[in-house]
């Protein structure tokens, strides 16, 4: 039986920032306690007809879940432990920002079992966390991590966001050196997106920001590669690293059961999960959330759904392919193997996308190779125009 991954949507935050299309909601504070009470139905619900499954990661993301009293923690903690088998040596992930943690909040969590911590630390630029609306201080970030650590977590990431609008190469080297100089055992880069229906966007249309410069936001890419690996993290993931250590696997082991294909269950609202071969999305507001668990708790619905359910699609084998391929293909060192791709579809790499990989090859992108001469995976080229390679498989 595979392990399962859970993921839980925590939509609260105290602002919204300029760049965030993510499914949050600021000032909403006071509508947590009936929230929770409707994840933990709709555990009870998604497991009714089904067994048990187990489980070895569970990630809290948001919006801002370092913004919910960890009484709540300890609750949805103890339901997940009566609906699914927890492994003993379980992932818990939080997401948090600098500017909402305590040290004994930090010393509670880690008490509830959470070992694993995930700082939406963005930069360390003052004048970048003011254009992008953070609520937290550099000053912040560093008495977070402090006390993260005197609480006892040893497995730490920063998020960090490069391209930004106004930014400059040696602005963004500044950053990358300063957070590296923190040690934490795991990063994630991002550049930045102007999405649609963010402040940031409204902006770029009147003008007030414009688009970062491609050549400069793949220098500042490349120069992330090369520091990082300089200073002893490994690139695993196009956009993720982990500190070197032969003892300790510090990979996001919940972010690795994404990228390997393997099933996952989304709980609340906005959240998506795979298994049983289908994609589900649930509704994303908050109260329409809280009605739907309510109103469908004696309602008979089939594994996967809950009534939170808002779209299921059930994938055909040449979707399921497709999606095997752009994301094994992001895992640089690990790529896809064509074993597996074998024994899950019954067909061969070649004989499925045998066009598509030639041309990449010819093209210098990936490459067969390693010590497993069956493994597919991107060349260093191939790192830098990730896009080219994941668009050959849509």
Not at 142 to 160: H, K, P, Q, V
Not at 202 to 230: H, P, T
Not at 300 to 310: G, L, W
Request: charged share 20%.
């Amino acid at each position: 039986m595979m392990d399962y991954s859970i993921y839980i949507h925590i939509p609260f935050c105290q602002r919204r920032c300029n760049y965030c299309d993510f499914v949050t909601y600021a000032g909403m504070e006071q509508y947590l306690p009936p929230y929770i009470d409707a994840l933990i139905k709709e555990f009870r619900i998604v497991t009714r007809n089904a067994f048990k499954f187990p489980v070895h990661t569970i990630f809290f993301g948001g919006g801002t879940p370092s913004l919910v009293p960890v009484k709540f923690y300890d609750r949805i903690l103890n339901a997940l432990s009566n609906y699914f088998v927890i492994s003993d040596d379980c992932e818990i992930s939080i997401e948090t920002n600098p500017g909402t943690l305590s040290g004994n909040f930090l010393k509670d969590l880690k008490t509830l079992g959470f070992n694993r911590l995930s700082l939406g630390v963005q930069s360390m630029q003052p004048s970048d966390l003011q254009r992008l609306e953070r609520i937290h201080s550099v000053a912040e970030i560093y008495t977070s991590i402090s006390a993260a650590r005197r609480a006892g977590f040893n497995n730490i990431n920063l998020d960090l966001m490069f391209a930004l609008p106004w930014q400059s190469l040696a602005n963004w080297e500044d950053t990358l050196r300063k957070a590296i100089v923190l040690q934490p055992e795991h990063f994630s880069l991002y550049s930045l997106l102007i999405e649609p229906s963010t402040k940031l966007f409204n902006w770029y249309q009147k003008g007030l920001v414009a688009l970062q410069d491609q050549d400069k936001e793949g220098a500042m890419y490349e120069f992330s590669i090369n520091c990082l690996r300089e200073s002893g993290y490994r690139h695993y993931e196009i956009s993720n690293w982990s500190k070197n250590n032969q003892k300790s696997d510090y990979r996001c082991q919940h972010n690795l059961q994404y990228w390997r294909y393997q099933p996952y269950l989304g709980f609340g609202a906005g959240a998506h999960g795979y298994a049983h071969k289908s994609r589900t999305a649930n509704v994303t507001g908050i109260f329409d959330y809280c009605d739907r668990i309510t109103a469908g708790a004696r309602h008979e619905i089939a594994f996967p759904q809950s009534p939170a359910t808002k779209t299921l699609i059930s994938l055909e084998i040449s979707s399921q392919m497709k999606e095997f391929m752009m994301l094994g293909l992001r895992l640089v060192d690990e790529g896809v193997s064509n074993d597996k791709f074998f024994s899950l579809f019954g067909y061969s790499l070649r004989d499925v996308f045998g066009k598509e990989i030639s041309r990449l090859i010819k093209n210098g992108l990936v490459e067969f190779g390693g010590e497993d001469p069956s493994i597919l995976r991107l060349t260093k080229r191939g790192v830098l125009l990730g896009n080219q390679v994941f668009m050959a498989f849509i």
